[in-house]
């Protein structure tokens, strides 16, 4: 899985950024049972900036869009770090996309599958998910997306 994960990531004009360090008391992931949880991780830029702003506000589909897929990328990469690889990677089992919205917007679905469907893209089949997409009124730091993870996973050798 590692190989053909990180050939798509090439071909998709993607690389995997340093995983981003926890802001507060928690682990970046846990790694339990069969399963990795992976905390919230918030929407950087490829330039490592943050994507701030309220969908339905200030920022548009496109944008929340492309900053789930980037929160996508981050979750990958924690993926790595955590697991050393991606081989023991097996299936992507739930996302939980969380989108900083104004009142009235409703299309967090949307939102989300820029993150489902990067996974799909990486992952084939593995990658089909769960999945929940909330609207909230604020996210940490102001992003306008975070989205956590569950992801089964071979055991270790």
Not at 14 to 19: C, D, H, K, M, V
Not at 55 to 76: I, T
Not at 79 to 86: E, I, P, T, V
């Amino acid at each position: 899985m590692s190989n053909r994960v990180e050939t798509k990531l090439a071909e998709l004009g993607l690389t995997l950024p340093e995983p981003a360090a926890p802001v507060a008391t928690y682990v970046p992931a846990v790694e339990a049972g069969g399963l990795l949880h992976i905390s919230g991780q918030i929407s950087f830029a490829a330039d490592g900036s943050l994507m701030t702003g309220r969908l339905g506000e200030d920022r548009d589909l496109d944008y929340g869009v492309e900053a789930a897929r980037r929160c996508a990328v981050m979750l990958v990469a924690q993926m790595k770090r955590a697991l050393g690889g991606l081989e023991r990677v097996e299936r992507i089992v739930k996302l939980g996309v969380f989108v900083n919205s104004a009142p009235g917007f409703t299309d967090q679905p949307k939102v989300a599958n820029g993150a489902s469907d990067l996974m799909v893209a990486l992952f084939g089949d593995a990658g089909r998910h769960a999945r929940s997409a909330v609207g909230v009124a604020s996210l940490p730091l102001g992003v306008a997306v975070e989205i956590d993870a569950i992801v089964q996973v071979q055991s270790a050798l």
